[in-house]
């Protein structure tokens, strides 16, 4: 929120302070300056001039010599405006101006004769129309006279000092001058002055023109009205559109002006309407009914709903409540008699309002985060206060003022010495109580009572932070930590996760965050079918957009989009892991199971057996065993022929394997990438880290080499759990170190040759006890799996 420290003036002493100052000492005490902008730091060395005769340019027909009195001297000065005249006053940017566009004025030449400056006109004075709605087209002429030699900042009154605060969203009370001028006056220990507005009126009652009802008590918790009859439409005054001006709004009549300028002091929206376009010269605040339009104020028809509040006249609606009124009950140049609208709406119906139509006003902005319903009588009081001051109308007597239930006061117990405990401090309870008073505080014995407009200030917490944020943050001396720290222990599923981060990163994985929340488009990329269980996903109610508007049922996308961004990035190698939280719809109501999962991802260097080794080097570092990888065909993701899922006994805990070319494309990766993907639930539940000590080996171990001739389908997993199976206690290892087929080998079948390890821990072997358990293996395997000895 922009506000000029001149309007801050009207309410406390900000003399001697400088900006740095004010910015820093505001900043400290929770009233973030953003900005400080010196409005004229961009005009300089431009003055009041008066034009002392005027001769034709010897060689130019459109440009014109003047001489030109700036007080001190007088200048020769070429131009080319068509409405210069002897005798007019006219700001003349002088040998090395500034202008606000940039430009730099130097004494130069035109057409052969010497220009000692510039005429200026308002756009060159970085001024706009609407500050100069009769001027003509050329120079900018001035009343006359003004001082001549007069800097123009003074004359336009733009040497103002504008400060741009950041208004968190907890303190409603501070978008407005007089918030913000309270806490000025706390932050400099100045006095701070508000003047109760003052109302003449003109006679008359209220009552006789108008009738307001307030149909929805729950929706609208306080509605003020106040009658001006006799309205003179017209410019608001110069003081006024400059201090509009300098917050960022444009002027437009002074009735619309004054309810801006209230809006800005006081933090309280306000809206005027036409009463002669109030049908039945009545207001009814009440719900919109479905399918009901109004063409708000920015020319958009808007369809309303049965949720939104509306301000109706006797018939249809006039004004969406805290967004904006209606085009048909504006102020036009002809209004003559007005209604002037204060109210308090309920902070998320106005919110929810706004968003449905897409409508984000000024006003629902303050509304959509509380106002205080004490403010809107003092607020309308000083609108009509204005219209007095300005003459543009007369105040009939009486006030329609609509109050529900009224909220009660929040009464915080007060202990000096607890506040300073909690705090650490050791403040003076006198302090304490000279700041909540002066932040409006009621100070009683032993409690506090915040003002109305603080519903932030809920309790002991609360009034502490505000002592300390006056008496400053950076008075708090240093200390070390005093008493005894609790001993935490990692859970074991955080201990999980860190394990299995150190044995991914020693496998040469790269850790990577994705979002959860996902674009639904994910499942045909991933060509998943129409009925896959993966689709049941969970929508949410308010995306950001389209491409985030589902949680994620599985990390794989977000593993591949990250791939093909890092194939973007002309890497030629990539391994990374995730561990990602997939989201899995329970029942109707009730929150999603959300499971971590374990996803690694790799392309260039590397192969099916690279992603199994490190995921098998997974399993044996976490004391996950038993895990076997069984062929899958059917999934849709991975290619047919490269891809198996992972079982412990008969729970299937994650899948691996090659990504389906198809799939690649689809994700513009054109290098074979490999995914796997595993349920960390699973490896909590399967590892064990009950290790025990065993010595190392007495006696010799026994090597034998087997060529197994099995069918094709035969799974070497298969064979290696048989022969496991069949060695018992004596089974020291087993490597298969050959697959071959060819002409020796009948078709369908393959050849399998493997090392098996014998050993025994008591005895060293002899021939006869290994034929024996070679014997057992040959023949289970003949018989169970058809495989014989090649």
Request: net charge negative.
């Amino acid at each position: 929120m922009k506000i000029p420290m001149s309007w801050l003036s009207d309410y406390t002493d900000i003399s001697g302070i400088t900006p740095a100052e004010y910015n820093h000492r505001m900043t400290m005490t929770g009233s973030k300056v953003e900005g400080i902008e010196n409005q004229g730091e961009n005009l300089q060395n431009v003055v009041t001039g008066k034009i002392l005769e005027i001769e034709k340019h010897p060689d130019a027909d459109k440009l014109v010599v003047c001489k030109i009195d700036v007080g001190e001297k007088t200048l020769q000065i070429v131009t080319g405006a068509p409405n210069v005249k002897p005798g007019q006053t006219v700001p003349v940017a002088l040998d090395g101006a500034l202008l606000p566009d940039g430009t730099k004025i130097k004494t130069g030449k035109l057409r052969g004769v010497e220009s000692a400056g510039m005429l200026c006109s308002y756009e060159e004075l970085g001024m706009t129309e609407a500050d100069f709605p009769d001027a003509e087209y050329g120079i900018l002429i001035l009343e006359d006279g003004l001082p001549l030699g007069q800097d123009i900042r003074e004359i336009f009154h733009l040497n103002e000092t504008i400060v741009d605060f950041e208004i968190t969203s907890n303190r409603p009370d501070c978008l407005s001058v007089i918030g913000l001028a309270r806490e000025t006056a706390v932050s400099f220990d100045k006095p701070f002055t508000l003047k109760k507005p003052e109302v003449k009126g003109c006679g008359g009652d209220i009552n006789d023109y108008v009738t307001i009802n307030v149909e929805d008590t729950e929706g609208c918790l306080r509605y003020c009205g106040k009658l001006v009859k006799n309205v003179k439409i017209g410019p608001s005054p110069q003081w006024m559109q400059r201090r509009l001006k300098a917050c960022g709004i444009r002027a437009i009549n002074n009735i619309v002006d004054i309810t801006n300028y209230i809006m800005l002091e006081y933090g309280q929206p306000m809206h005027a309407f036409d009463m002669r376009d109030l049908e039945g010269s009545a207001v009814n605040v009440r719900r919109a009914k479905p399918g009901e339009k109004l063409t708000t104020l920015d020319d958009v028809e808007r369809t309303l709903d049965e949720t939104m509040l509306m301000i109706c006249d006797g018939k249809k609606p006039v004004g969406v409540a805290g967004v904006m009124g209606g085009q048909n009950s504006e102020v036009k140049d002809d209004t003559q008699t007005i209604l002037f609208e204060s109210a308090t709406f309920k902070a998320p119906m106005v919110r929810k309002t706004a968003r449905k139509l897409g409508l984000r006003t000024e006003s629902s902005s303050r509304y959509e985060k509380g106002l205080d319903p004490e403010n809107t009588l003092p607020a309308v009081l000083r609108a009509c206060e204005l219209v007095e001051e300005l003459g543009c109308g007369e105040v009939v007597d009486g006030i329609i003022d609509i109050y529900g239930k009224k909220a009660e006061p929040n009464v915080i117990p007060f202990d000096a010495d607890r506040i300073n405990g909690f705090l650490g401090t050791d403040i003076d309870k006198d302090f304490m109580e000279k700041t909540l008073r002066a932040l409006d505080f009621e100070v009683q014995k032993d409690a506090v009572i915040p003002p109305s407009y603080r519903a932030d200030v809920e309790g002991f917490a609360d009034v502490a932070e505000e002592v300390l944020r006056i008496y400053g943050y950076d008075k708090i001396s240093s200390t070390l930590m005093c008493g005894e720290t609790a001993h935490s222990v990692k859970t074991p599923a955080q201990q999980l996760e860190e394990k299995t981060r150190a044995l991914l990163c020693a496998c040469g994985m790269n850790e990577i965050v994705t979002y959860s929340f996902t674009n639904p488009n994910m499942f045909d990329k991933l060509g998943l079918a129409q009925d896959d269980a993966l689709r049941n996903a969970v929508f949410i109610s308010n995306p950001l957009g389209e491409e985030n508007s589902v949680m994620r049922t599985t990390a794989i996308h977000s593993m591949l989009e990250t791939l093909a961004r890092n194939q973007n990035f002309k890497a030629e190698n990539a391994r990374l892991y995730e561990l990602a939280t997939i989201y899995i719809p329970t029942e109707e109501g009730k929150l999603p199971d959300e499971r971590k999962t374990v996803c690694l991802g790799m392309f260039g260097d590397c192969d099916f057996y690279d992603a199994k080794g490190i995921t098998e080097a997974l399993f044996g570092g976490v004391g996950l065993g038993g895990a076997r990888f069984v062929p899958d065909s059917e999934n849709p993701t991975f290619h047919p022929g490269r891809c198996a899922k992972i079982l412990v006994g008969k729970m299937e805990i994650g899948v691996l394997g090659q990504i389906h070319p198809a799939v690649c494309d689809r994700y513009d990766l054109d290098k074979e990438v490999y995914v796997a993907q595993i349920d960390m639930s699973a490896l909590l539940t399967y590892s064990k880290n009950n290790k025990t000590y065993q010595p190392l080996p007495k006696y010799p171990a026994v090597t034998r080499d087997l060529a197994i001739l099995a069918d094709d389908e035969v799974l070497a997993a298969d064979i290696e759990a048989l022969i496991k199976k069949k060695a018992k206690n004596l089974f020291a290892g087993l490597t298969l170190f050959d697959v071959y087929k060819g002409k020796q080998v009948p078709e369908g079948k393959k050849s399998m040759a493997y090392s098996l390890k014998l050993q025994s821990m008591d005895k060293t072997l002899t021939d006869n006890e290994v034929n024996e358990v070679v014997s057992a293996v040959l023949s289970a395997l003949e018989k169970e799996l058809g495989a014989v000895l090649r």
